[in-house]
Each structure stands twice: as structure tokens, then as C-alpha cells.
């Protein structure tokens, strides 16, 4: 079945790779920059979000989502709004450790950690904050938007995950069923004529 025509869509994009991504350190809330091929992958996925034609473009205030982000306004000519709620989840004391550290450190707790069973780490955000503060920012982008019109966030893996399951009411545990995002894919988020959200894309890439 094709989309509504009037259909309201949120496109949920995570940011390019970092060097943190490729050597498996944990990055958080912490400021790491895209690497080489990082901006190449934001350089490629910009086309495919103009192509969405959005009219609004919002990111993480994070230097990894500002370079992806800025790709893609290059390409839009949109003006992002930067937005700290839209960051990675913070970490706390693992961040900065490689999973090789991590697991050495605390291997039970790294065990839980790689089925994305945060909670417990000392320091860190839950979950539960997390959708709180990212869903915050998509009620207020929906609420921007007209009838048949997108808006693009461009924001962090764990944390899209999250928001996406928090905003279409699902159980919170529903979050850990689902893959990891891969740099530069992207979520999107149709509006029904009822006035609920479904699913539309999950993990498209360009």
C-alpha cells in the first residue's frame, strides 16, 4: 500500500562513522568527530534526503550529527536547529573504553551492554530518559509540520532506537529486538490519517 499523500513523516538519520566506530570505542556523549569515511557516507545519504523533499531539518548538537547534518543542509539548503535532546545516550564511566576494555572490566555488565541492556551502567542515562528527551524533540518537529510535509533529525543510533519505540508506544523492551542502525541509515515515521505513527522504514540506507 503507497503512503498518504498528506502523510506527516519524521526521518530519523544517524550520523556518519567515526574513528570510534571503527576501532569499537564507546562514544556516548563523548565528541567524537567523523572520520574519512564518515563524511563520504554523509556526503552520499545527503541526495537521498533531499529527495524526501523535507522542509525542516533538526540535529544533535554533537560534532558527529553538526557534520552529518551539515552535509545534508548543503544539499536541502536548510538551516539546522541543533538540540542537545537528540543526543547519543550518555555512557557515563564506559565511555571511552573499547569493548575489549569494557569486557575485561566488567564482563558480566559488557555482557548486558551488548544486548543494549544499558541501565546499570554506572553513570549512565536509562532508557527511559532517554525516550523522554528525544521524543520531546519529535513532538515538537511534528507539530511544525504540515499536512504532506518531513522533517529530517539527524541524531545517533541507540538513541533513535529508543525514541522510535517510546514514540510508537511499543513495549520499551521492543528496542533490544531490533538491529542496530548502520551509519548513515535512517528510520522514517509515517503519520496515519487517525493521527498515530507507524513504522514506514527501519535501517534504509542509500
Avoid at 563523548?30 to 557516507?41: K, R, S
Avoid at 533538526?58 to 541543533?82: F, I, K, M, N, Q
Avoid at 546499570?120 to 520531546?136: C, K, N, S, Y
Amino acid at each position: 500500500m503507497s503512503e498518504p499523500a498528506d502523510a506527516r513523516r519524521l526521518v530519523l538519520l544517524r550520523h556518519g562513522r567515526t574513528a570510534w566506530n571503527a576501532t569499537r570505542r564507546i562514544q556516548g556523549q563523548a565528541d567524537a568527530e567523523l572520520d574519512a569515511t564518515g563524511i563520504e557516507q554523509a556526503r552520499r545519504v545527503a541526495p537521498a534526503m533531499a529527495a524526501l523533499s523535507p522542509v525542516a531539518l533538526w540535529s544533535s548538537d554533537l560534532v558527529r550529527a553538526r557534520r552529518t547534518a551539515e552535509e545534508v543542509a548543503r544539499v536541502t539548503g536548510l538551516e539546522p536547529a541543533y538540540d542537545e535532546r537528540l543526543r547519543e545516550f550518555c555512557l557515563g564511566e564506559r565511555q571511552g573504553l573499547t569493548h575489549e576494555e569494557y569486557a575485561g572490566l566488567d564482563p558480566a555488565e559488557y555482557a548486558r551492554f551488548r544486548v543494549g541492556d544499558w541501565d546499570d551502567i554506572p553513570g549512565a542515562e536509562t532508557a527511559a530518559e532517554v525516550a523522554e528527551r528525544f521524543t520531546a524533540v519529535l513532538k515538537e518537529a511534528a507539530a511544525g509540520l504540515d499536512q504532506g510535509r518531513t522533517a529530517v533529525l539527524v541524531a545517533h543510533g541507540a538513541a533513535i532506537r529508543t525514541a522510535t519505540v517510546h514514540w510508537l508506544g511499543w513495549p520499551a523492551a521492543t528496542a533490544l529486538d531490533l538491529r542496530a542502525l548502520g551509519n548513515c541509515a535512517w528510520v522514517e515515521l509515517e503519520e496515519r490519517p487517525a493521527g498515530t505513527w507507524r513504522l514506514a522504514a527501519y535501517n534504509r540506507t542509500a
